[in-house]
Structures are given as C-alpha cells and as structure tokens.
C-alpha cells in the first residue's frame, strides 16, 4: 500500500458535499457556518439554493446561509481536500462520475451513507487509505427546498475504513467539532458500523414490515418487542463471528432505550411513505451476505429483508 | 394399551358434531342428507336452524334439510358411536365439557381441526386409541345462519392417532364416501397433518402478516414467493426429521400448483378480516415447539408467527 502525506484540514481546506438532501445540507451549513470552504452538489434544491441560500432551523437556535456555493455538476467545484457523500446508497451508481472531478491524490473520502458497503464500493473507485465512513446520530428533515429541520441530536462519529485512526482522522473531528457538530473517532469503523445496524435493522424494518409503524407502536406489542430482541442477537451473533465484539446484553440496552425515547418513525420509513427508495441492500441484505459468507446466516434478518422487498414492491 | 372392539358405522350410529360452523354444517348434512344420524351441537345457530334446518349451496347442486336434529348442550345428545369435532381449535377449552356427555367407552372421536396438538390435546381426556384425526381440502362459507356455501372441493383425508389404519378407519372412510364425501385413509396421519402444515404455514401466515394478501397477490412478488420457498424448506426439514418423509421438490409443486389456483383467500384471511380468532398455536407455534424440542428450530417460521401475533394484537 503506499504512503499516504498525512492531511490536516483547515478554513483553506476545498471541502465538497456530494448529495444535498437532509444529512448533507445540515452539516453542510454548519461547517459553512463556521467559515470553511463547503462545495455543495445539489440536483433538485440547485435553483432554489443558489438563489435564496439555506435555512436550517435547529432546536440548537435556527440560521441561515444567504450565500451557498452550489453546483449542478461536479466540474465546476473541482479538486477538493475533503468530500463528504452524504447521497443515497441507492444513488451509488452515480458516484464514479461525481467522484472523478472532486479528487485530487491525497482526497479524503469520509461516506455518511447507511449500513454496510459503501466503503466497500469506494474502494473500487479510490486507495483504501482514502476512505473514511461515519456515522451520523441526527434526527433531521428536508422541510422544503433549502429548508432543513433539525430536530434533535446531531453527533457524527468516524473511523477509518483501512485501519485505525490517523492524524487525518483526528483533523477532520476537529473542524467538525469546531463547527457545532459533536464528533467522535471510532478505533473501529467495522464495530461502529454493526452496532449501528443492531438497531437499524429490526426497528428501520419493522417500521416497515409491521405495517407502518413508529418505534413506539413495534415496542407496543410484546411479539414485536422479542422479534426485535431475536433480531438484534441475530446481528450481534454475526458481528461478534466477524471479529466486532458487542455484549448481548445491548439488545436489552438499546430497547430499553428506545422505550425511553418518543415515538420515532425511522428514517426508512419515512422514506417509503414518500415513496422514496429503501436502502434495502445497505440495511439489510449486505450484512445477510457478510453473515452467510461468514458461514452464520441470520434467518429472521433475510426474512425481514423478504417482506421489505415485497413491500417495495420486489 | 386396552384392547379395543373394531367399530364399524353404519345408518343406526349415533354420530355427533361438535362446533357447527362451516365445516361442520357441511360434512353433518351431507351424512343427513344420506341418511345418517347426525345430532348437531350449536351454539349462535341453534334457533335458526331448529327453526328453518340447514340450506347448502354446492357447486355439486345444492340441497336442504329441513328438520335438523340440533341441539344446544351435550348432555341432549348423549352417547355417540362417532363424534366428529369442528370446532376451532382456539376453543379446545370447553372441549372437555362439551366431550363428555357424548362419550361411550368405543366412541371414536374425529378432530378435522387444523394444525398440530388437537389429537394431542384430546388424548388427555380420552385414550389414544378412541381418537382420529382428518383434514379437509374443501371451500366452504358460512354464508348466514343456516346457510353454508360449498364452492369448491370436499376431500376428507382420515387416520389413526394411535397408529395405523384399522377397520373402523376404514368404516369412517365409507359411510363418508357413501355420503358424497370423498374420503381417503392416510397410512401416517402425522405425515399427513405436516404435508398440509406445509401450505399452510407460509400461505396462511403470509396471508395476514404481509398485508392481506390473497394467494395470487403472495404469489405476484418475487421476494415472496422465495419467502413461501423458504419457509416450506423449514418445514419440510422439521417433518424429515421427525421420520414423515417428504420431498424438499414438495416446495416448488406447491408453489406451481398455488399459481395454476384462483386467487385464493386463506381460511385464516378470512378469520382476521372478520376479526375471529386465528388458530395461531395449532397451526404456527405447535409446530415450531416440537421443531425446538427436536433440536431443528424454524427461525422464519417462528418469526412469521411473531408477525402473525403482533397482528392479532398481542
């Protein structure tokens, strides 16, 4: 593998947001807020924004960004320092010609997208060493064009996809966390990533599956509640089998905190009530491929994953 | 075991249904019909039908009764020769009370109860060699009080709990073929209730826990249709390994048959739309308990009747 230079990112850094919905306008704004250089890549917002700016309005106190540089097209933004993909997974066929024109040699790529496989995909288009992935605990929403409603929490954590963290790792949480968006470094992105999913993929399912339901209405029913337990060990059996140590005992952990939460409707759910691709293959069907080559296939995980299909229509 | 004298049936026997829904309405005419001693038990029923008697629409011509020995309690009845049990297996609780008026030491007992643990349930209140159990293949409704439509099929498939076939098998197989009835023996009555488990666990289940679908809509999705794979497999595996011998080819011909059906409403659809008790402990726990107990789980299965439950409010 070669040497990379180790990057430090400052406000002369050429950052570039790829995929401007909800996830990429927030912090988008808030490390725009804060002075640096951001580069956002926008499709359908693109008239709106490039003529009246973002509004983010946050339980953290609401602002607003008159002035956004925004492209239609990734040539125009050029090389950049540090690119953010906060797109679909489901857009992913389209990030080879987004990519292209945003890297330079020491680019660093750090993917905000769901589940698992997107570092993988990169990799097939970038170094290994270029790659970082984080995960983001936020609740927010596009309320219309240019509009972003942030509604609670906010913290991202990021790791590296070939190692452990590095210097470059330790900068990029720096601008982060200089620009109001609590950041935390993972030692393992792996581990982080399967932890995530130990809750992603029963409750962004079942509110699915279940027929619609919020995370209240799933942990209402005791059937549902062990369903959501049977699911959570399936996935943490596996993650452990993979290397990724996590006790059982989260699966209690983590539904009696979500017992402790408001009502939730999950992010997956809102996606298909509007009628917008699932991230059916990062959730759920990439981690069952990962558990069956492991030799430990988690069967009420592809079971979940068949009735999501059918309810999108597959 | 106590050795018991060989019953053979003819038009003198005293037989008794229990639970005159559908099922029983239809199978209890057509022996009144030809002659037979049929004393009906009812309950929502009994005042219409003492009133006005039975009136069934048959694809085979339809026909009525219209005096119809039926009776409001047991103990009216008394002791039969053959008492055949059509009641819902969700109300085995009052089977005891409703049993033992009708009972002589030679009763043979017929449970046409869906799923598995009905003969089970009936060998502890009566010895195992008094008890048969059958499975109907027919389309029947009850359309209003006293009026039952037959729309499609009629076979009654009958065997020993206690082991094989005997002479009174055989002697039940007749006097119901000699009713227009189509009987046949099963050799194994537990090969017999698995192969039947295997439709109806994925058909039944997914019927309700994906949405309200018919067969052919089950059948439209791709996702689905791999799911009613899946799940045959399971139970084909469990079935195997309890020594009832079936092939796993079983699955696809199944599924092939299903698709060369009309779109069909399963009886369990039809129970959940009209907000009746779903047979979900004979027809999905029973079988996944006696998986469990022989060391071969069925996690899909098992989750489709957390699905089914959480459903059914529980």
């Not at 010609?97 to 020491?106: A, F």
């Not at 290397?243 to 699966?251: D, F, I, M, T």
């Not at 995980?301 to 597959?314: D, H, N, P, S, T």
Request: charged fraction near 20%; glycine fraction near 8%.
């Amino acid at each position: 593998m070669r040497k990379i230079t180790v990057m430090t990112f400052n406000k002369s850094s050429r950052i570039a947001i790829v995929g401007s919905g909800a996830v990429g306008c927030y912090y988008g704004a808030r490390l725009a807020q804060h002075g640096y250089g951001v580069h956002f890549l926008m499709r359908s917002d693109f008239e709106h924004v490039s003529t009246h700016g973002l509004v983010i309005k946050s339980h953290q106190g609401d602002f607003q960004l008159p002035k956004v540089q925004c492209y239609k097209a990734p040539e125009g933004i050029g090389s950049c320092d540090l690119v953010i993909i906060a797109l679909k997974s489901t857009a992913n066929d389209s990030l080879p010609d987004l990519l292209r024109p945003l890297l330079h040699e020491n680019t660093a790529v750090l993917t905000l997208q769901n589940g698992l496989g997107n570092e993988a995909f990169l990799s097939g288009l970038i170094r290994k060493d270029q790659i970082l992935g984080g995960l983001c605990f936020v609740c927010i929403n596009r309320l219309s064009a240019g509009v972003i409603d942030h509604s609670a929490q906010g913290l991202i954590t990021i790791g590296e996809y070939a190692g452990e963290p590095t210097a470059r790792t330790h900068s990029i949480a720096a601008i982060l966390n200089a620009s109001q968006i609590p950041c935390k470094v993972e030692p393992s992105l792996g581990l982080a990533r399967w932890r995530k999913l130990v809750w992603n993929i029963p409750f962004n399912g079942l509110s699915i599956a279940a027929g619609g339901l919020d995370t209240e209405r799933i942990l209402a029913s005791p059937a549902l509640s062990q369903l959501v337990k049977d699911l959570m060990h399936e996935v943490i059996h596996v993650a452990n089998h993979l290397g990724y140590e996590l006790p059982l005992s989260l699966a209690d952990d983590m539904i009696a905190n979500t017992r402790g939460m408001a009502a939730y409707k999950t992010s997956s759910l809102i996606d298909y009530m509007a009628g917008r691709e699932v991230e059916l293959d990062s959730i759920w069907l990439e981690p069952c491929r990962q558990a069956r080559d492991a030799g430990k296939p988690m069967p009420k995980v592809e079971m979940l994953a068949q009735l999501i299909a059918a309810c999108v229509g597959k």
